[in-house]
């Protein structure tokens, strides 16, 4: 089965930016969303950003739209997640995970192949 592996991330300042990445252990060919999802301390997991593998249509949560930004390298198979102006409230244990089919969802059931997840801690 795939593999996927987060990393990353760090302790980092309010204002300041990280790039995650997540690595897969194989290739992917078809347009299942790759996604990123965090979960912060004493909270439930929710969703951060999604891509479609192909076709590289993009799907955020509204709470990170304009500071942070998904991509992805196929010829890697790695996805990754540019955040800027980081706040405290971003500070969550970051995982990446696969899509089971092509509708795109914000729910995590919608998902599988977990990482193990990268810590992101945003001080104030």
């Known amino acids: 089965q795939m593999q996927l592996a987060e990393s990353g991330g760090g302790l980092v300042q309010a204002g300041g930016s990280l790039k995650l990445a997540c690595v897969a252990s194989?290739?992917?060919?078809?347009?299942?969303?790759r996604a990123w999802f965090r979960q912060p301390p004493g909270k439930e997991r929710e969703f951060v950003a999604a891509?479609?593998?192909?076709?590289?249509?993009?799907r955020y949560n509204s709470s990170v739209k304009g500071r942070f930004t998904i991509s992805r390298n196929n010829a890697k198979n790695t996805v990754y997640l540019e955040m800027n102006n980081l706040k405290p409230e971003d500070t969550a244990v970051y995982y990446c995970?696969?899509?089971?089919?092509?509708?795109?969802?914000?729910?995590?059931?919608?998902?599988?192949?977990w990482g193990r997840g990268t810590e992101v801690t945003v001080s104030s």
């Open positions: 995970a696969l899509s089971r089919v092509t509708l795109f969802s914000s729910n995590s059931t919608a998902y599988y192949n």
């Open positions: 194989a290739r992917t060919s078809n347009n299942n969303f």
């Open positions: 891509v479609t593998w192909i076709g590289g249509s993009t």
